[in-house]
């Protein structure tokens, strides 16, 4: 049986005070979020782990092709051999490859070569971008609009993750190709982030930075 090409959307349409009410709650809960670098060495949940991949595979993607993968590592074993390669590049970026100017805006946050929480977070989420899939008839196709579409889904699975009471970093070792060998990913999937995932270690600190407030990042005709 085929199934129906369209089918009718399920959309409740709120009152405004409802909304302007949803918007404000979101908003105050989103603006906590913070990218934690010390976190506490606890396992969480698995099933929260679970229904945020979830939600992150709702995102829109370029023809619907949802060009993601999320590797979800919990495995000490894994999660050593990743902070080894990880903190080899890291000393390459730190002593050699980054500018002066890169290093200065770095500052405010305090980073280093070092990254322990590689290991002490429970989960580590390689999440990888697919530029082309193998489509019925086995041929290569390219994927639409991937970095867009990934960048999207990791929004999201960000957002889920903080909504559930987890915290998050976006780690991206430059250049982070070992994530294809120690991850068994294909080597035409493109590393896009490590998210780094648990709860932040009690008493931890972070930069104060501040956010841009709205009449600085949008106009409005
Ligand atoms: N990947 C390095 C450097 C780094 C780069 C940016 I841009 C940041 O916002 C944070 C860190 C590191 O993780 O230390």
Redo the contacts with the bound molecule.
Sequence with gaps: MNAEAFIPLEFERLPEDAMCQEARAFYQRMRRRRSVRDFAPDPVPMEVIHEALRTAGTAPSGANKQPWHFAVVTSPAVKREIRIAAEAE?RE?YERRASEEWLAD?AP?G???Q?PFLETAPVLIGIFLQKFNSGHDGGKHKNYYTSESVGIATGMLISALHMAGLATLT????PMKFLNTILKRPTDERPYILLVVGYPKAGTKVPNIEKLPLDQTSSFF
């Design positions: 890291e970026f770095l946050l980073t280093d070569d990254k780690h991206t070792p430059s």
